[in-house]
């Protein structure tokens, strides 16, 4: 093996090196734990009334099919002031954010309407 061929088989080997191993499976790990480890919580008036895990969740929605009918129940139950938020180990604060701002944006349509119809 000449110096050149060395050179080059010591980059493949340097480049292999610094790829990341395993992000699929890692991401694939992380996801599962995540649906393992925190809950769905559904409150009404600041009452918590059902606290369900995300892994039973998952798995209702995508045997039964129901997750558009989910989607449209739970878009209905916001202008009811039904909240939804994540709890557990994570806590998933992005996630807790939306679902805040899924809310206020109900009651601010819902408020709106009602001025309108006061009118």
Same mark, same amino acid.
């Given at each position: 093996?000449?110096? #050149?061929?060395?050179?080059?088989?010591? #980059?493949?080997?340097?480049?292999?090196?610094?790829?990341?191993?395993?992000? !699929?499976?890692? %991401?694939?790990?992380?996801?599962?734990?995540?649906?393992? $480890?925190?809950?769905? +919580?559904?409150?009404?008036?600041?009452?918590? !009334?059902?606290?369900?895990?995300?892994?039973?969740? /998952?798995? @209702?929605?995508?045997?039964?099919?129901?997750?558009?009918? %989910?989607?449209? @129940?739970? +878009?209905?139950?916001? !202008? !009811?002031?039904?909240?939804?938020?994540?709890?557990?180990?994570?806590?998933?604060?992005? %996630?807790? #954010?939306?679902?805040?701002?899924?809310?206020?944006? /109900? $009651?601010?349509?819902?408020?709106?309407?009602?001025?309108?119809? #006061? %009118?």
């Amino acid at each position: 093996m000449n110096v #050149e061929e060395q050179l080059i088989e010591a #980059e493949k080997a340097r480049t292999q090196e610094e790829r990341p191993r395993g992000g !699929f499976r890692r %991401a694939l790990k992380n996801f599962f734990r995540i649906l393992r $480890d925190n809950s769905l +919580i559904v409150s009404r008036n600041k009452k918590e !009334f059902v606290r369900l895990p995300l892994w039973i969740l /998952a798995i @209702v929605l995508l045997i039964t099919g129901l997750w558009k009918l %989910a989607i449209v @129940v739970v +878009i209905i139950s916001l !202008f !009811f002031q039904v909240r939804y938020s994540f709890g557990g180990k994570d806590q998933l604060p992005e %996630a807790n #954010e939306f679902m805040e701002k899924a809310g206020n944006a /109900a $009651d601010h349509i819902k408020e709106e309407f009602q001025n309108k119809t #006061e %009118a």
